[in-house]
């Protein structure tokens, strides 16, 4: 709803004047969430099989309905990009691609966000910024990667002056900056806290062996993992050179990330085997939305009009998947529990059964 203005006056700005930068911000805003919603799937895929997880504790309910509200980001970055498009740049638009814009963007990213982000996300763990905001992102100690972008609002606004701000700003008064640039950057910063976010460690070991120095410009899942469990240590936004020019990284960094490559598929002491039911079921399990898994039993009506989405899932799950695979993982005491679906509907099910009885 916050964003409907947005997108009526986009249709209008292209139809009336063929002025398309407006609806480019929809279709960043639309990019970003489905990013979001295509990390929190595969993560949460990844964590039921077990395999490389770093931290092995269940997630709880209060972090679940406390990172509901994971796209307030996502909706504050777009009105303060659809504002300045409105005030600042007005009718002009910006080219497609510039080359100088987009370096320019990598060493102001290197160098003063990754230092300034590094002192401020310090200064935030100061107990009287800590207590009365920065708490709120380290309340999840099991981190999921839409943990990443729960913050309160004041730190939402001075991650957006820093982070994008920065880059951003400074090459449109350089005259550098480019639709390409901004998207591009915006999607590796996106792509960048998921992955530090994940619990899973997915930066394979040959990345190091390559090239050593990556060690100091690229953070792993496990080493922001660090921050979240010890606290004080770990400060980097995506690139650890900083904590280690100024001895904040952890010490047992370089070990966790061995011990969570090493770390196998999870073998669970019980099986709950399932199947689809009716065609909304395939909203029913963890691993999509929420705030529709929460509520399987109720009805709702804008998932009439998702239809065409539900039949496209559905036929993608039902004919390219035949085996069952987890989705889900419970604990109960000191039995573990894994929920399999076999990706088929009731009626496939009936039908397999009649034809094995034949
Ligand atoms: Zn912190
Ligand atoms: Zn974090």
Redesign the pocket.
């Known amino acids: 709803m916050v964003l409907a203005p947005l997108v009526i006056d986009s249709i209008y700005s292209y139809a009336s004047m063929r002025d398309g930068e407006k609806l480019l911000i929809v279709a960043l805003t639309v990019w970003r969430i489905v990013h979001g919603q295509i990390w929190i799937s595969v993560s949460r895929y990844l964590t039921a099989k077990g395999a490389k997880r770093i931290v092995n504790k269940s997630i709880e309910f209060d972090q679940v309905d406390r990172e509901r509200t994971w796209d307030d980001q996502v909706i504050f970055n777009s009105l303060v990009i659809y504002l300045l498009k409105l005030y600042v740049l007005g009718t002009n638009t910006l080219p497609f691609w510039r080359l100088d814009g987009m370096a320019l963007v990598v060493l102001l990213h290197v160098g003063p966000v990754e230092f300034i982000y590094y002192w401020f996300h310090r200064a935030l763990h100061h107990h009287f910024l800590y207590s009365r905001y920065h708490s709120h992102?380290?309340s999840?100690i099991v981190?999921e990667p839409i943990?990443?972008v729960v913050h309160p609002f004041a730190e939402h606004i001075s991650y957006t002056i820093i982070v994008a701000g920065i880059p951003i700003v400074t090459t449109f008064l350089c005259g550098t900056v480019s639709h390409v640039s901004i998207f591009l950057y915006i999607s590796y910063i996106d792509f960048m806290?998921s992955m530090?976010?994940c619990n899973i460690e997915l930066i394979p070991r040959s990345f190091f062996s390559l090239f050593p120095p990556l060690k100091y410009l690229l953070y792993t899942p496990s080493f922001?993992s660090l921050?979240?469990t010890q606290f004080r240590t770990n400060y980097a936004l995506t690139m650890p050179i900083y904590d280690y020019m100024y001895g904040t990284n952890d010490k047992s960094s370089d070990s966790l990330y061995e011990t969570s490559l090493e770390q196998e598929e999870e073998k669970p002491d019980a099986i709950h085997l399932t199947h689809l039911t009716s065609l909304d079921s395939i909203y029913h399990f963890r691993l999509g939305f929420s705030s529709l898994s929460s509520h399987p039993l109720s009805s709702r009506c804008y998932l009439v009009l998702m239809r065409p989405f539900t039949i496209i899932i559905s036929f993608i799950l039902t004919s390219f998947s035949s085996r069952a695979f987890v989705f889900e993982r419970n604990r109960f005491r000191d039995l573990t529990i894994h929920s399999h679906l076999l990706p088929k509907f009731s009626s496939h099910v009936c039908f397999y059964s009649l034809f094995s009885n034949l």
């Open positions: 992102h380290h999840s981190t943990t990443a806290n530090g976010h922001h921050h979240h």
